[in-house]
C-alpha cells in the first residue's frame, strides 16, 4: 500500500506565496518521478510541474518563473513553491508519482488533493 500525503493549501491574496509538500509513505521501493497537477472546476486536470530522481524539471508554461519544484529523495518527499500568485492559479492540487513498489511493481499514484485559492 502507497501513500501520497499533501499539505500547505489555503486562502492567499494575489501575489501572495504558498508552499504545498507531499509526502510519499508505505511499501515504496524507489520513485521515478513526482509531481503536481491540477484542477480548476469545469476543467481537466493539468500538469504543473514535475521532478525525477535525477533533479530534472519541467514545468507548465503558466507556472515558469513564478513556482518552483524541489524533492527530497531520502525522504520521498516533493514540495511546490507558489510565488507571486493569480486568481487563475485557484483550483485542487494533487501531488503525483511514479514509482516502484516493494512488490517491484511500477504504477502511478494520486494524492488526495489540497485546495489553493488564490483571492482578495
Known amino acids: 500500500q502507497v501513500q501520497l500525503v499533501e499539505s500547505g493549501g489555503g486562502l492567499v491574496q494575489p501575489g501572495g506565496s504558498l508552499r504545498l509538500s507531499c509526502a510519499a509513505s508505505?511499501?515504496?521501493?524507489?520513485?521515478?518521478?513526482m509531481g503536481w497537477y491540477r484542477q480548476a472546476p469545469g476543467k481537466q486536470r493539468e500538469l504543473v510541474a514535475v521532478?525525477?530522481?535525477?533533479?530534472?524539471?519541467n514545468y507548465a508554461d503558466s507556472v515558469k518563473g513564478r513556482f518552483t519544484i524541489s524533492r527530497d529523495n531520502a525522504k520521498n518527499t516533493v514540495n511546490l513553491q507558489m510565488n507571486s500568485l493569480k486568481p487563475e492559479d485557484t483550483a485542487g492540487y494533487y501531488c503525483?508519482?511514479?514509482?516502484?513498489?516493494?512488490?517491484?511493481?511500477?504504477?502511478?499514484?494520486w494524492g488526495q488533493g489540497t485546495q489553493v485559492t488564490v483571492s482578495s
Open positions: 503525483n508519482a511514479d514509482l516502484i513498489t516493494t512488490m517491484m511493481f511500477r504504477n502511478t499514484y
Open positions: 508505505g511499501s515504496v521501493f524507489s520513485i521515478y518521478a
Open positions: 521532478i525525477n530522481s535525477g533533479g530534472n524539471t
